[in-house]
């Protein structure tokens, strides 16, 4: 059974660099195929994808954000981090980590979610 | 980069047929999948590759892509089908992860 968990910080100020850690079980990301993705949700508003890492340590970020995401995995402790700097108020969300279903179609979807930490940005 | 369009709102009576679309140039040529989101909850997958379920989704839940819209259908709606569902593709680009805005169905 593959399960993922967020954790971080609830309250982060303006200016600051947010850091998410997605811990995960129920599968390797030293396996072949496997990635791990963040996705967010602003209050009231749409999914926005972040960023993905693979198994092989590809990584693709989302082209409005990439100048301040990082993302990165720790294998042996079943972890994904993103990281985010110089936060804004706007950047106030619900972020998610999935597991990354790769389809027969070569298109890969979110096929299990963590249940979401939210993250306020605020003095 | 890639948009996707979604009516803001879907109403259907229970025991009818529910259809969100999904709209994008050329989207029939490429995979779309679709996730439920229950308020409060992390959204499910029900539907990828446009048209397959993942286990445990019912039957009633169903999908098609051609030309510039991909469609999910819901047959015979239930209550506890109320959520906002979203479309997502995967395009081999520079921004490879695409959701629409998202559609809240009503069930009257």
């Known amino acids: 059974q593959i399960t993922l968990k967020e954790s971080g910080p609830t309250l982060v100020k303006p200016t600051q660099t947010l850091t998410l850690t997605c811990t995960f079980s129920?599968?390797?990301?030293?396996?072949?195929?496997?990635?791990v993705g963040w996705i967010r949700q602003p209050p009231g508003k749409a999914l926005e994808w972040l960023a993905l890492i693979y198994w092989d340590d590809d990584k693709r970020y989302s082209p409005s954000l990439k100048s301040r995401l990082t993302i990165t995995k720790d294998t042996s402790k079943n972890q994904v981090v993103l990281t985010m700097t110089n936060m804004d108020p706007v950047d106030t969300a619900t972020y998610y980590c999935?597991?990354?279903?790769?389809?027969?179609?070569?298109?890969?979807?979110?096929?299990?979610w963590g249940q979401g930490t939210m993250v306020t940005v605020s003095s | 980069s890639y948009v996707l369009t979604q009516p803001p709102s879907v109403s259907v009576a229970p025991g009818q047929t529910a259809r969100i679309t999904c709209g994008g140039n050329n989207i029939g040529s490429k995979s779309v999948h679709w996730y439920q989101q229950k308020p409060g909850q992390a959204p499910v997958l029900v539907v990828y590759?446009?048209?397959d379920r993942p286990s445990g989704i019912p039957e009633r839940f169903s999908g098609s892509n051609s030309g510039n819209t991909a469609t999910l259908t819901i047959s015979r709606v239930e209550a506890g089908d109320e959520a906002d569902y979203y479309c997502q593709v995967w395009d081999s680009s520079s921004d490879p992860v695409v959701f629409g805005g998202g559609t809240k169905l009503t069930v009257l």
């Open positions: 590759d446009d048209s």
């Open positions: 129920g599968f390797s990301l030293s396996t072949s195929g496997v990635g």
């Open positions: 999935a597991h990354i279903l790769s389809t027969a179609m070569g298109a890969d979807a979110f096929d299990i």
